[in-house]
């Protein structure tokens, strides 16, 4: 990936769903213009969900996700539907395929996605294949329903045509994603990014959040500077004014804070994310919950990535051995990583949650909404660490 390419989690997610050999595969080829998903006459063929990043015209940068069929069955398809259920939690917009007039699992999917306020288009696929067209099992899913599906085969181009406008149309209200520095800095702020290069920090990369928040500073008109931690106070010793933001990473509030200029406002990566894709002010009361728990609590760490723990690891070893520190050695915390994520967090104080630049907005969304359904508090890296340190109340909010 370049740096001229939208990442995978600022992208419109669109999934494809359906039973078995209900034509998905074909469908999201003839969507794409290309030969994403494997096309076979024997149902299970997709097993892992697909994902197809590409540019749609009217919309922009989407992915497409080609998803296995939630009728599947045994073992490993118990283990596909699984991965269909998650896929559905990440999806901006549905694109649900009725194939038979047993359609009792395809209503129950469609009562999902109207319970999460997901866009969902009805579809009659492999029309080509029906005697009628499709027109009988249109009327009678429009019956059960409530809502008209569209007719589309992969070869129907004016059907696949349809399809296109009705996403363009299905577009969620919140679409545009915030900013990510919203209104703590704006055109000819100067603006200091403080980042550590620790082992943590990819060789001659820097990391997303990093990349993502100098490329809207840049857009914004701003004047952005870097300096590595060590470097801070010789930066600002060169400066004739003080900057009017410092943005560092989380970790390095204790050694950024004390050198802080009285007048500039001071925030991390994570605390911007945990605006740009989840509830800030879900995640702020989280952090608030967090003053008040003991060493019996039990802590729920998650992290987006997947990547092979490191030396001095922040979710799996700093913020741990933080939390240690500050409630109890006794404190019990587990680590899940990447979409792994406990359907019951009942048995859980809090929930802490990395900045997420690995996943969509619609995602986290997800995620918080399960805690609120189950009352379990939750927070963010940035906010967990800056309350810990006794700072939350001295660290800067995306939105104001």
Partial sequence: MSLNDTTRGNRLHIGLFGRRNAGKSSLINALTGQSVATVSEVPGTTTDPVYKAMELHGIGPVVFIDTAGFDDEGTLGKLRVEKTERAARETDIALLLFSGLDMAEELAWLEVFRRQKTPVILLISRTDELPDGGRDLQAAVEQAAGE??????????????RVRQELIRALPEDFEQPSITGELCQAGDLVLLVMPQDIQAPKGR?????VQTLRELLDKGCQALCCTTDRLADTLARLKEPPQLIITDSQ??????????????????????????GDIAYFLTGAEVLLHLTASAHILIAEACTHKPLQEDIGRVKLPRLLRKQLG????????????????????????HCGACMFNRKYVLSRVQQCQEQQVPMTNYGLAIAALLGILDKVSLPNG
């Fill in 252 to 277: 390095a509030f204790k050694a950024v804070y004390p050198l802080k200029p009285a007048r500039t406002k001071l925030t991390s990566f994570s605390v911007l994310f945990a605006a740009f894709k």
């Fill in 329 to 352: 050695a006794d404190l019990s915390v587990d680590i899940v990583s990447g979409k792994d994520f406990p359907a019951d967090l009942t048995g859980y104080d809090l929930v802490i």
């Fill in 206 to 210: 820097l990391i997303l959040p990093q």
């Fill in 148 to 161: 008209k599906p569209l007719l589309v085969s992969a070869g129907d181009r004016p059907g696949l045509d």
